[in-house]
Each structure stands twice: as structure tokens, then as C-alpha cells.
């Protein structure tokens, strides 16, 4: 499984509720665990940004570390935002309504070819490209 993470995914995984945390740590096992078989966790440079700002401004010096932590895990790829995606992102907030930030999710999960999208955001699951799965 290509498992593509989005940032409120990431953030719940990493300090939400115990249950909530849980299943998203859940997902994440599963596609480590297929990870020989062409499994991947994938995310995107976004992801990062979103995380690490509140943890910053607030100076949550532990909760940054956590986040920093997070995203140097081997088994996740963080990609940068390529101008394609960008495009495909512009078509996305058009056809379903999306915030700019969730159509440029959408757009790199769809140009990494995820089988998933892990997210807290129920907006995503308007878009038929991509299965989303609501954590």
C-alpha cells in the first residue's frame, strides 16, 4: 500500500487522542509493514510546514522535536511540490471546492499514485481520484 499522509493525519498520529492516534499509528504499521512489497508512507514538504507551526510559535520545544522526529523516519518519503502538481492542485480546488492547501495533498497523492490518503479532513473525500480514508 501506498499510504499518503496528509499534515492532519501526521498531527493526529502524533499528538491527538489516544484512540484517534492509535489508528492513524495503526495505518502507518500496515504500510511499513508492506514495504518490501512496494508499500511506501509518502508525504509532501506541506505536511511539514503545517506540523511545525504551531509547535514553534507556541515554543513547544518537545512537540517540535516530535514533529522533526516524525519526518526524518525512514520509512517516509517527503516529497518537494512539483509546478505539475501545483496544476493538478488548481483543477482540484476548482472542480471540489477544496482550500488550497488540501488540493495540493490531493494533487501529490494523485502524482505519487497513493492507493490512500490518511486524513482528519472530511473535505478530501468529495474528490473520486483517490481513495481517502477519515481518521
Not at 53 to 66: D, G, H, K, M, T
Amino acid at each position: 500500500m501506498r499510504l499518503y499522509l496528509d499534515a492532519s493525519a501526521i498531527i493526529y498520529g502524533v499528538e491527538g487522542v489516544d484512540s484517534v492516534r492509535q489508528a492513524v499509528i495503526a495505518w502507518i504499521a500496515r504500510a511499513e509493514a508492506e514495504n518490501a512489497s512496494g508499500g511506501a508512507i509518502l508525504t509532501s514538504r506541506l505536511s511539514r510546514l503545517e506540523c511545525r507551526v504551531f509547535p514553534l510559535r507556541e515554543q513547544q520545544v518537545e512537540l517540535l522535536a516530535c514533529y522533526d522526529e516524525f519526518f526524518v523516519r525512514r520509512s517516509l518519503t517527503v516529497v518537494e511540490i512539483a509546478a505539475s502538481v501545483i496544476e493538478r492542485a488548481t483543477d482540484l480546488r476548482v472542480r471540489y471546492g477544496l482550500k488550497t492547501p488540501d488540493a495540493i495533498h490531493v494533487a501529490t497523492a494523485i502524482d505519487l499514485q497513493a492507493d490512500l490518503i490518511l486524513t482528519g479532513d472530511r473535505d478530501l473525500a468529495r474528490c473520486s481520484e483517490v481513495r481517502v480514508q477519515i481518521v
